[in-house]
Structure formats: C-alpha cells, structure tokens
C-alpha cells in the first residue's frame, strides 16, 4: 500500500515480495499438509503435522480445531474455489509486524492470550469480553466469503466467527451513537511497524470504522477463526473484523477495543492517504485507486511460470449488493 511504491503489490519488484524459492517451498510443504481438505475438513485433517521440508513450520501457526461448528449455508459457495491456505496464510498484510507481505512468522510476537476486548461508547451495557466469550459466548458458524484487497489482489476463505450485530445486541448502543470504531492491538516492544523511515509518524494504533446500519448489516462479521481453526496470528487473532463488500483494509485485526461514536472516526489509512483510502471504501470496479485500476482483480494462488496469477473483473460490492447496496442508495 501507500509505504511502498506507487505500484500495486503484485507488480513489485521480486525483491520486495516473497522471494520465490521461499514461496515454493513453503507451497510445496503446506500442499502435502492441506491439499487434503479446507473448510471445516481441515480440522480433522491433520493440518498441525510436522513439516518434511526442514525447516517451514507455518503449521504451527494455524491455530486450534474449532469443532461442530456449522457451516451457514447462504455463504456456503461465494462462487469462485477456495483459496488454499498455504496462500492465503502466507500471505498477509498487518504491518505492525513488517511491511512485506511475508509476516507470518514475525507475527507470532502478538500476545493474543490472555485477551480482553473493551466495547463502550454511547451503549448502554459496556461490556468486555475475554478470549473464551470470544469462541463460546456466540453461536459460531462458517461464511466462505470473497476478499478483496485494495492493492487488486483477493482470495475466497472460509471464516468462522458470528455476525457483528450480536455484539450491538449485548452492548446495546443508544440512539446518539452513529459510528463505530475499532482499534487493533499495537504494543510498540512488540510491533517493529513496517521498516523503513517510514516507521516513524505513522498512526498507531490501526483503527478502522463502521457506520452503526453497517455494523448492523448481514454480512458484518467477527471472524475468531478460518479453515476450521482458530484465527492464526497472521490473520488478526483472536478476533478481526470481515466486511466483504469492502477493501481488505477495513477489516482492522486482533481488535482489542470497540466504540460506538456520534462522529465518524479517523481511521489509520484514511488519515494516512485519504485521497488514496477512504473510510467507505467499497469495492468498486469503476471507481480506480488514484495509482492504478480496480477494474479487475488477481486471485492469489498457484502461480504460472510467469508468476502472474488468474485475473478476474472485478465486481462491484464484490458481488455482495444483494446484501448491501440499500445502504449507499
Ligand atoms: N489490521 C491491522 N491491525 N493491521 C494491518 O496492517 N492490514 C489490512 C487488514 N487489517 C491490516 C489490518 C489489510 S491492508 C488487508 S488487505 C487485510 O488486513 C489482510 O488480511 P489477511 O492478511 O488476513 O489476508
């Protein structure tokens, strides 16, 4: 994004991505570990075994079996396959661990348990939940959505987690409240921040906001797992927002505090770049990012010798108007 160059991630220079020899041996690796099965199956498909190819351990980042969980069958099939999740666990934005798209190791520094997410504001019950409300006070499913990252690149996975709005049925927020803001986790002994000179003055820590009728909106969710397992750290455990019909950016990770406001919040990239990023930030094909187009899109994934990946349109709300284009009308 914005700390790097004024192209998009996928068309960067090999050395500012994940070299390739790393990428395919861990892709060879995790193929053998998940080729099996995704979803749900992944559970129970021995995604925690050790690796044969020396020393790529991204297994054991993945996080623990959440059993029985249902699957919701009006997000059962987004139209598209899964991704693998050697992809999409791989590869991942959180830039309090580093500015590549290579942090899942440097991520594993995020102390996710104990953990404590504060929710207040204009509510009238303020509440705060810790790590076991988060994955047994809820009625957990799994939603296989579509993601679209702002940068053009997106994937297809399986979330479990529960609607947004059971939190707001718990809090209860007062009819002053307008907006939502969520602010990540951000402990500077713990995140070394992108690199770069660019470190310095950046506004820590990540927050994202919603408006209440988004929050309030189906499709909303708290994810605290995906393919059948607890949230890896790389991913924003214990608990990160998903807003599919949105850029990735929006969907702020291992959220530690929430709060129901009468004003819009300052967001992290909005107050960044906010020509760039702004804090609606719905997908949208005919609307480009002042640096490039956003007309289509690259599913991540099993690269070709030319190391590009199958590129799609892209579809505006990222195929999720149904659900939500009443609110923008
Ligand atoms: N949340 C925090 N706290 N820090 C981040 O850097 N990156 C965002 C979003 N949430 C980010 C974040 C961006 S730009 C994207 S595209 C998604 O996380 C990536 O999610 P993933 O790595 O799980 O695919």
Request: proline content about 7%; overall charge negative; some cysteine.
């Amino acid at each position: 994004m914005v700390f790097f160059d004024s192209r998009p991630d996928w068309q960067l220079s090999a050395s500012r991505v994940t070299p390739e020899r790393i990428f395919w041996q861990r892709r060879r690796f995790m193929k053998s570990l998940i080729g099996a099965g995704v979803g749900l199956a992944a559970a129970s498909a021995g995604a925690c075994q050790r690796s044969n190819a020396g020393d790529v351990d991204l297994d054991t980042t993945l996080g623990q079996p959440l059993i029985g969980v249902r699957q919701n069958p009006a997000f059962a099939d987004a139209g598209r396959d899964l991704t693998e999740q050697i992809y999409a666990s791989s590869y991942n934005n959180y830039y309090e661990f580093g500015g590549s798209k290579n942090i899942w190791e440097s991520a594993q520094a995020l102390p996710a348990d104990p953990w404590q997410l504060e929710v207040g504001g204009l509510v009238k019950n303020p509440t705060t939940f810790d790590l076991d409300d988060l994955t047994e006070r809820f009625d957990l499913e799994e939603r296989i959505y579509r993601f679209r990252c702002v940068e053009a690149w997106a994937m297809v996975v399986p979330w479990i987690g529960f609607p947004m709005k059971a939190i707001m049925n718990v809090v209860e927020p007062t009819s002053a409240a307008k907006f939502v803001r969520f602010t990540s986790f951000y402990d500077p002994q713990v995140c070394p921040g992108p690199g770069l000179s660019l470190s310095r003055n950046l506004p820590w820590p990540y927050t994202e906001g919603l408006t209440i009728a988004e929050m309030a909106n189906d499709l909303a969710f708290f994810a605290v797992g995906i393919y059948g397992r607890t949230l890896p750290k790389q991913h924003g455990a214990p608990i990160r927002m998903v807003t599919p019909w949105k850029y990735g950016f929006k969907g702020a990770k291992s959220i530690v505090k929430i709060e129901f406001v009468a004003e819009q919040p300052a967001t992290y990239w909005n107050t960044l770049a906010p020509n760039e990023y702004k804090f609606e930030a719905n997908v949208e094909p005919e609307v480009p990012h002042p640096r490039w187009s956003q007309a289509t899109e690259r599913l991540i994934g099993e690269r070709t010798a030319m190391f590009s990946w199958e590129e799609q349109p892209t579809v505006i709300y990222n195929g999720y108007g149904d659900y939500v284009a009443g609110l923008y009308r």
